[in-house]
């Protein structure tokens, strides 16, 4: 159990917060009951910060629960059995049309904010306004950022979903990523490095819902996520009930460079020198998403060389941290720090990867390490005779492979080659191959 799920563990029986829940279906609370509550005095702010499904504590899981803020200091806990605070991807950004989106003015002449230099969710959101990206998401020709940084809440209410509750917020601190005005539209942003399966609703509702008060023009929210050179955006529409949020539309984009790069498969295999083994010295992979594997090295400083400090930055549970820090220890990218096993290290590799100027050379470099394996190896050339077609793979197969490799057996296996075959989905996404 995580530091932050027994933290609240601890506030749920301190409080008895459970029985008032199923006795009303909410319970209010406030920072400092939070705070005096949680065994190790944790903050308040972050221990309310469930922005994804995956990173709610154990007990929020447990019995549907979701947490909103309402005012200064004050919290309203409530049942939520359908989740509706949550917008849920699932699997469609996968199924995104992508384009190359090559801009007007000539981006090389950019010295001091570069599309291989990109870290936070600010220097995304100013590079795609650079490059009219955001412009030509929303079709308008005239497009000011007039809106940033956090401020209070004007007053506003809403419904609790599945009971009669009117909750009442005022004077909540809101945080816009970015906003841009038109002649008569404001677009709120909240913008993610990493894909997410799913968000936490408040963050574009809370500023929708100010800034609708705060001005006669219509606010469009936009979600824009930032990954491994990619930009997905999509607007929403809110509806008049709480949760009801639906896509007008999602576009992807690649700056300058195609979605997929040629390759020849038998040329690239025969400079590659294949390890006789899989690493024993580092758990085989459970992270799916190689993009944010990519993401967490490019990004990687003193803020992620803890898998808590990962797990925070990408907003799921510790458990994936530890898994993706894991990921890109067994492609080179990290170490285990020599004085401090819990912390992590850039490799040569992983400040390689960093130094790449684009998209394609970290997806050459990335594919390079992952083909050095002898499971993906074996099982990328299977995949090739197959003509990349990952529905004439068989998840057995993939599951034998890996037993001929590594000590793993049972259902672990059969969770490995999930994983093992989310990352040849990512190569064939990725990569065309020639084989002549």
Known sequence: MGKN????????????????????????????ELKGNSGDRREPRLMAKQDTQSSRPAIFKQHDLS??????????????????????????????????????????????LQLGTISSESQAIDYAYLISLIKTFTGESELFLTIRGRLRSNEFDFHLPNCDHCVSVSGVQI?????????????????????????????LYYPYRDWSIRTDKEVIPLFVIYTNGIFYLTEFKFGDAFGELQVVKCRGF??????????????????????????????????????????????????LNTKDLIA?????DERQGDYYANAAIYL???KRDDDEEKRFDLTPLGEELRRCSNRTQRNLLLLKQILAKPTFNVLMRDLIQR??????????????????NTTLSGQTVGRRASTVKRWLHWICDNIEFQTG
């Open 67 to 112: 947490i909103f803020p309402v005012d200064n200091g004050r919290y309203i806990i409530f049942k939520d059995n359908s989740l509706k605070s949550y917008y849920s991807y699932e699997s469609s950004l996968d199924d995104v049309l992508i384009t190359e989106y090559v801009p007007k003015p000539d981006i090389h002449n950019f010295k001091t």
């Open 5 to 32: 799920d027994e933290a609240w563990k601890s506030v749920f029986e301190n409080l008895n917060l459970l029985e008032q829940i199923n006795s009303k279906g909410f319970v209010y609370i406030t920072a400092d």
């Open 175 to 203: 945080e816009v990523d970015a906003g841009f005005e038109s002649p008569d539209k404001v677009y709120v942003l909240e913008t993610k490095i990493g894909k997410r399966d799913d968000f936490h609703i408040r963050q």
């Open 387 to 404: 003509d990349c077609n990952l529905d004439r793979l068989d998840k057995n197969h993939i599951a034998e492979v890996i037993r001929e």
């Open 254 to 303: 690649v700056i300058n460079e195609p979605l997929k790069q040629m390759l020849n498969l038998n040329e690239l295999i025969r400079t590659l020198s294949v390890a006789d083994s899989e690493p024993h010295d580092v758990p085989y992979p459970q992270a799916n998403d190689l993009d944010k594997v990519i993401d967490i090295v490019t990004r990687f400083d003193d803020n």
């Open 312 to 316: 925070l930055s990408f907003e799921f």
């Open 332 to 334: 080179g990218f990290l």
